[in-house]
């Protein structure tokens, strides 16, 4: 019995070490943003879809051992009207994402965007990936 419990411990500890080192991205809309933000991430081709309201979050996880070819790109839109799409690199601690009240990628300085791991869509994979809502 001693051993399926070291079994469980030793099980739960490497879940919690695969759920933590997992590098993840994260786009946030502000609590004082105006309408409601739809999305879609695309990571390596799984793609995801969802929706937020103001002060809102999500967050896609990337690849515990990135491959060459890895990429996420998420693009979004405010009301069916298009806003942007951005290429992600995620780090090992999470990447952030803001946008601004109006729902545009925030770029200041302040604004909370890691510039360094986020890049518009012109530079895409060699994959064929649209970045438009569905």
């Known amino acids: 019995m001693r051993w399926l419990a070291r079994l469980f411990i030793a099980l ?16 946030n809309f502000p ?9 879609q991430w695309n990571t390596r081709n799984r793609i995801y879809r969802g929706d937020m309201l103001s002060g809102g979050r999500a967050t896609e996880p990337g690849e515990l051992i990135p491959r060459e ?6 693009d979004w839109w ?16 999470g990447t952030d ?26 530079n895409r994979p060699e994959e064929n990936i649209t970045c438009r809502p569905c």
């Open 78 to 93: 405010i009301n069916s009207e298009y806003r942007g799409c951005v290429k992600v690199i995620p780090k090992w601690y």
């Open 31 to 39: 609590a004082d943003g105006v309408g409601e933000v739809g999305y």
């Open 97 to 122: 994402i803001y946008l601004d009240a109006d729902g545009n990628l925030d770029l200041s300085s302040e604004g909370g965007t890691d510039l360094d791991r986020v890049m518009h869509c012109t």
């Open 69 to 74: 070819d890895f990429y996420m790109v998420v």
């Open 12 to 27: 739960f500890f490497l879940l919690t070490v695969w759920f933590v080192a997992m590098p993840r991205a994260t786009l």
